[in-house]
T-cell receptor
Framework: SQQGEEDPQALSIQEGENATMNCSYK?????LQWYRQNSGRGLVHLIL?????REKHSGRLRVTLDTSKKSSSLLITASRAADTASYFC??????????????FGEGTQLTVNP | DTGVSQNPRHKITKRGQNVTFRCDPI?????LYWYRQTLGQGPEFLTY????????KSRLLSDRFSAERPKGSFSTLEIQRTEQGDSAMYLC??????????????FGPGTRLTVL
């Protein structure tokens, strides 16, 4: 079963608006990563946040991590039509070494309307 | 192209047939992972290799599934006696374990399997 749960399952916004997606997980983690998947294709890594970090930025992306609540959020600012995709959070298990298997959430389908 | 490649990209087969997929990781990436993704869901871990050694297998990997990485380079995933429930996207990823990195796994485009 999937460890991660994401909400919303689907999000539709207008170009230029911000998009926020949330992810919850159940067990201890080493790090949490966000991936993007365009329809029917492979996953592209977006950003990683380690368990001892609380916030991280990369371009238009901002990710936060609250280990006490076992949750994370991904914010995409100034969205573009090209951001339309499915977004998945993935956790690497706590206590594991780097390069451990990832456990993915069920994803948020983001649609950005021009 | 130096990314992860997978072949074939699409496979349609009849129930009961055997299928084999291939994954070529990024060269010098010593870890290779297989995941399965069904429609509308996130990927689920199946198994992973470090070089030629299979280090972990998920309970999802029934005895009809076998994965190999004989020379520590490319890997194959075989499904015997396919069932309709095997229809999914099979994703491969690689990672340079032991090299300081971002922990990012690099994914291939996937092989979409349809079992009729």
């Amino acid at each position: 079963s999937q460890q991660g749960e994401e909400d919303p399952q689907a999000l539709s916004i207008q170009e230029g608006e911000n998009a926020t997606m949330n992810c919850s997980y159940k067990t201890s983690i080493n790090n949490l990563q966000w991936y993007r998947q365009n329809s029917g294709r492979g996953l592209v890594h977006l950003i990683l946040i380690r368990s001892n970090e609380r916030e991280k930025h990369s371009g238009r992306l901002r990710v936060t991590l609250d280990t006490s609540k076992k949750s994370s959020s991904l914010l995409i600012t100034a969205s573009r039509a090209a951001d339309t995709a499915s977004y998945f959070c993935a956790t690497a298990p706590g206590g594991g070494t780097s390069g451990s298997r990832l456990t993915f959430g069920e994803g948020t389908q983001l649609t950005v309307n021009p | 192209d130096t990314g992860v490649s997978q072949n074939p990209r699409h496979k349609i087969t009849k129930r009961g047939q055997n299928v084999t997929f291939r994954c070529d990781p990024i060269s010098e990436h010593n870890r290779l992972y297989w995941y399965r993704q069904t429609l509308g869901q996130g990927p689920e871990f199946l198994t992973y290799f470090q070089n030629e050694a299979q280090l972990e297998k998920s309970r999802l990997l029934s005895d009809r599934f076998s994965a190999e990485r004989p020379k520590g380079s490319f890997s194959t995933l075989e499904i015997q006696r396919t069932e309709q429930g095997d229809s999914a996207m099979y994703l491969c990823a690689s990672y340079p374990w032991g090299v300081p990195s971002s922990d990012e796994q690099f994914f291939g485009p996937g092989t979409r399997l349809t079992v009729l």
